[in-house]
């Protein structure tokens, strides 16, 4: 126990059998430390932690700004490829709706043309039927 508390304190052989021995007695952690007077190396070990963190931290945030550039990057690359998919298949609809269209302006001339020479076989029969006199043989049929 006495090495465990050093090694994690980083207090010296005679402060980690104070606090052993207190804990055995029945004090508290807070009492114990006090007694072994090991407070203000722990204050010190802090400090030492947090110097050790904003290292670290110095150490990790250009790798971090790295992967933030790389997943913006990504981000625009899928948003671009999504854009241009979407033209793509807006020329490819645009592209069915004018052979349908095609089509269908094809199927609308056939019909124009048929009542157009339907139309030309009336007026030459209504003309015919003018030009029929009265009294004659063909009028009566």
Do not use: C, H
């Amino acid at each position: 126990m006495k090495e465990y508390l050093q090694e994690k304190l980083g207090i010296t052989a005679k402060q980690a059998s104070i606090i052993v021995s207190k804990m055995k007695a029945g004090a508290s952690w807070k009492e114990a430390l006090s007694s072994a007077q090991v407070t203000s190396s722990l204050k010190l070990n802090t400090k030492a932690l947090w110097s050790n963190v904003a290292a670290t931290w110095a150490k990790l945030w250009p790798i971090l700004a790295v992967i933030a550039a790389l997943g913006a990057l990504v981000a625009i690359v899928k948003l671009s490829i999504n854009a241009y998919n979407a033209e793509t298949k807006a020329a490819a609809n645009a592209a069915n709706a004018a052979a349908e269209a095609a089509e269908e302006f094809e199927s609308a001339r056939e019909k124009y043309e048929a009542f157009k020479s339907s139309m030309t076989g009336y007026d030459e029969a209504v003309n015919g039927l003018k030009k029929l006199t009265k009294g004659t043989i063909e009028y009566k049929e």
